[in-house]
T-cell receptor, first 115, second 113 residues
Framework: AQSVAQPEDQVNVAEGNPLTVKCTYS??????LFWYVQYPNRGLQFLLK??????LVKGSYGFEAEFNKSQTSFHLKKPSALVSDSALYFC?????????????FGKGTKLSVIP | DSGVTQTPKHLITATGQRVTLRCSPR?????VYWYQQSLDQGLQFLIQ???????AKGNILERFSAQQFPDLHSELNLSSLELGDSALYFC????????????FGPGTRLTVT
């Protein structure tokens, strides 16, 4: 079975500082990994994905994520946080060995960027 | 704007009733997914359709059903509603399956009283 964990319910960071939102996963095959962001009263927006290839993936709004197979992690990063980055962030995984196209989402991490 | 539309935006109904939520995918997308988001359960995958056929089933109750029509829009039917069914219901679409990112609609907020 595929699963994903976001160990922090909330992350606080000062504006201009680097931010990291953590994600670890568990799959039996190869992982396909995604990050989404949700602003209040809105649907989820796609940020970036890892399918194969370069372990550092660049996405929208200056975000990037690093795939680490040995640590089964896919942490989301940004070099300099903006107040407008404050939102709920979701990591998601699909196991290519599962025989299903279902995505499993983490519980979400609330990011607060303090001015 | 993701290009995925959902109607209605809000729905208030009583226990025991039946409602239908509607989703129109992005132009050209063949896959439609339904999710339920609640504070205690998080984002739960319900069901996926691809070009009119059911492809994957998640934590969908027997009281719930869905279909995808020839024009690719989808409907989620919720019946015998209970208080615990109150949640945000999202539809998402993707061009294909698996490797493709999903684009989410704005959601339908269902309140069961």
């Amino acid at each position: 079975a595929q699963s994903v964990a976001q160990p922090e319910d909330q992350v606080n960071v000062a504006e201009g500082n680097p931010l990291t939102v953590k994600c670890t996963y568990s799959v039996s095959g190869n992982p396909y990994l995604f990050w989404y962001v949700q602003y209040p009263n809105r649907g989820l927006q796609f940020l970036l994905k890892y399918i194969t290839g370069d372990n550092l993936v660049k996405g929208s709004y200056g975000f990037e994520a690093e795939f680490n197979k040995s640590q089964t992690s896919f942490h989301l990063k940004k070099p300099s946080a903006l107040v407008s980055d404050s939102a709920l962030y979701f990591c998601a995984v699909r196991d290519d060995g599962a025989g299903s196209y279902q995505l499993t989402f983490g519980k979400g991490t609330k990011l607060s960027v303090i001015p | 704007d993701s290009g995925v539309t959902q109607t209605p935006k809000h729905l208030i109904t009583a226990t025991g009733q039946r409602v239908t939520l509607r989703c129109s995918p992005r132009s050209g997308d063949l896959s439609v997914y339904w999710y339920q988001q609640s504070l205690d359960q998080g984002l739960q995958f319900l069901i996926q359709y691809y070009n009119g056929e059911e492809r994957a089933k998640g934590n969908i109750l027997e009281r719930f059903s869905a279909q995808q029509f020839p024009d690719l829009h989808s409907e989620l039917n919720l019946s015998s509603l209970e208080l615990g069914d109150s949640a945000l219901y999202f539809c998402a679409s993707s061009a294909g399956e698996g490797l493709h990112e999903q684009y989410f609609g704005p959601g339908t907020r269902l309140t069961v009283t």
